[in-house]
Nanobody, 126 residues
Framework: QVHLVESGGGLVQAGDSLRLSCAAS????????MGWFRQAPGKEREFLAAISWNGENTLIGDSVKGRFTISRDNGKNTVYLQMNSLKPEDTAVYYC???????????????????WGQGTQVTVSS
């Protein structure tokens, strides 16, 4: 059974940085593309970032480009989302996602990932 467990969320102030982690189990992590989405209250789920199985290719969503980066450690079965210069509009539940297809683009739409985490709340105060 596949499990994706996010951590690192919390309450921060505008301008702060935060790093989210997602620990994966039950899948061949080193062959899977990984990614991050978020969903704010009353809004649709939004693609943030994706990374290919080997970390060589990344995709970043337009709304967070230049502030968020994605990375992975295949030795730890973990993917990270580094978030800098956080804004109140970044407040949302952040979800980790996995695709057994290894290319980053397979994550980039809601219908792409086969597996999802439970989410972690990020709240940015002004």
């Amino acid at each position: 059974q596949v499990h994706l467990v996010e951590s690192g969320g919390g309450l921060v102030q505008a301008g702060d940085s935060l790093r989210l982690s997602c620990a994966a189990s039950g899948l061949t992590f080193s062959r899977s593309a990984m990614g991050w989405f978020r969903q704010a209250p009353g809004k649709e789920r939004e693609f943030l970032a994706a990374i290919s199985w080997n970390g060589e290719n990344t995709l970043i969503g337009d709304s967070v480009k230049g502030r968020f980066t994605i990375s992975r450690d295949n030795g730890k079965n973990t993917v990270y989302l580094q978030m800098n210069s956080l804004k109140p509009e970044d407040t949302a539940v952040y979800y980790c996602a996995a695709s057994i297809l290894g290319a980053a683009y397979t994550i980039a739409t809601d219908s792409g990932p086969q597996y999802w985490g439970q989410g972690t709340q990020v709240t940015v105060s002004s």
